[in-house]
Each structure stands twice: as structure tokens, then as C-alpha cells.
């Protein structure tokens, strides 16, 4: 076996494995229950795209689409940080206070409301 | 005998891609799996760190330039910097805004640890 079908192959093997960890991730993305479950969605999509870009720059032999996957990097952990402030000063919107229930199936809603109000008003402090 | 370290090259960068893509392939699956967002961070942070840092490195060894080499272990090492900091971001604002843990957790310190420090 030469090294350029063992380099096809694997190329071949991480591109379809890493198209199938996009698919879960956008599964999760749509089916997210809660704003940040999508914010991480967000997160490990730009991981697996910096992924997706070395596998590529290997396959065509372009090196410089190293330098892209660095950017995109910087990127995604400032959209993250942008995001986590976001969640940070909204606090917990009603319809996903809904959702959150629904999926723990414990407290009724005015429980699930209650705290939330009184985190705020610590955070303002 | 010339293809030798040719050959070599090229096994080592096929291992790094596969495992790095089946880190990949597991971290998206753990996100989809895990019952919260905090045990989703778990795989999110962990596992697809590694995943595109072996392949970043898979690309930075076939292409047997020291400069490239040096670019993609950059590039591994700022997201190894970044990506805890991010997850543990999104963690503490989704944690102050009041998201809730799944009900298989056992305990949660964090409310706790507020407690004590308001009473200081």
C-alpha cells in the first residue's frame, strides 16, 4: 500500500466521520431545548469546521488553510464569549423557562420562575 | 527504499486524522446525548479540543515544513487556551441566569459556595 492511499483513505475515513459529528451537532442545534445547549452547538460546529479545514488543507495540499483555521479559532471563541455575555444579561428568558421545565419535569412553571427572578436582582447588586 | 520515511510520514498522519476525527465524531455525539447543558460542556470542551487539535497537528505534519509545523502547534495551543475559558464562561452565565441541572445530578456546589461568600 503506498502512502499516498493510505493518505486517501484516512482523508476519505476523517471527512465522512467528522460530516457525521457536523449532522449530530445540527441535530442538537435544531433540537436544543434551552439558548446556551445552541450557543455550545455553535461552539463545537466552529471545532469540527477548524477540523473540516486541516483534513481539507491535507487533502489539496494548500498549506495556507492553516492560517484560515486559526482565524476561524479566534472567531468562534470571541462569538462564544459574545454569547455567554448575551446569556449572562438576559438571564432566563420565559419560553425557554418553559422548555427548561418541561425537560427536567419537576418544578411547575411559577416554581421555575421564582428563582429566576431572584438571581437577577443578586446580579444587579 | 526511498518511499521509507515517505511512507512513514504518511501512516503517522493518517493515524492523527482518524483519531482526531473519531474524537470529533464522539464529542458531537456526547452533545447530542448528554441529558444538560453541563454534562454537554463535558464533551464539547473536552473531546473536541482534542479532535481538532490532532487534526490541526495532522496537517501540520504532512506537510514536513518546520514554519508550518510551528503554525499548526500555535494553533493547537491557542484553542487549548481558549476553549476552557470559553466553555467555563458559558457554564457560569448559564449557571447565574438560572439554568437548571438535570435531575440525575447528585449535588451543586456552586450555590453553596454563594451562599458563603454573601455571608462574609
Aim: charged share 15%; proline share 4%; net charge positive.
Amino acid at each position: 500500500m503506498s502512502a499516498s492511499a493510505i493518505l486517501s483513505f484516512s482523508t476519505t475515513f476523517a471527512l465522512v466521520a467528522l460530516s457525521l459529528g457536523l449532522l449530530l451537532t445540527v441535530a442538537r442545534i435544531v433540537r436544543g431545548p434551552t439558548l446556551p445547549d445552541r450557543v455550545l452547538g455553535l461552539d463545537m460546529l466552529v471545532a469540527i469546521a477548524i477540523g473540516f479545514i486541516a483534513v481539507i488543507a491535507i487533502r489539496s495540499g494548500f498549506n495556507l488553510y492553516i492560517d484560515i483555521a486559526i482565524a476561524l479559532s479566534l472567531v468562534g471563541f470571541l462569538a462564544t464569549v459574545a454569547f455567554a455575555r448575551f446569556i449572562l444579561a438576559r438571564g432566563l428568558s420565559p419560553e425557554s423557562a418553559g422548555a427548561d421545565s418541561r425537560a427536567a419535569a419537576v418544578p411547575t412553571r411559577g416554581k421555575a420562575l421564582a428563582p429566576a427572578r431572584r438571581q437577577k436582582k443578586g446580579g444587579r447588586r | 527504499m526511498s518511499a521509507g520515511p515517505d511512507l512513514l510520514v504518511a501512516i503517522a498522519v493518517s493515524a492523527l486524522l482518524v483519531a482526531g476525527s473519531i474524537f470529533s465524531l464522539l464529542a458531537a455525539l456526547g452533545i447530542l446525548r448528554f441529558p444538560d447543558l453541563y454534562t454537554r460542556m463535558h464533551a464539547a470542551s473536552k473531546a473536541g479540543t482534542i479532535g481538532s487539535g490532532l487534526l490541526l497537528l495532522a496537517a501540520g505534519l504532512h506537510a514536513l515544513d518546520i514554519a508550518i509545523l510551528l503554525r499548526a502547534l500555535a494553533g493547537f495551543a491557542f484553542f487549548v487556551l481558549t476553549a476552557p475559558v470559553s466553555a467555563h464562561l458559558l457554564a457560569k452565565a448559564a449557571h447565574q441566569a438560572g439554568y437548571k441541572l438535570t435531575n440525575l445530578s447528585v449535588t451543586d456546589q456552586l450555590p453553596l459556595a454563594k451562599q458563603k461568600s454573601d455571608r462574609l
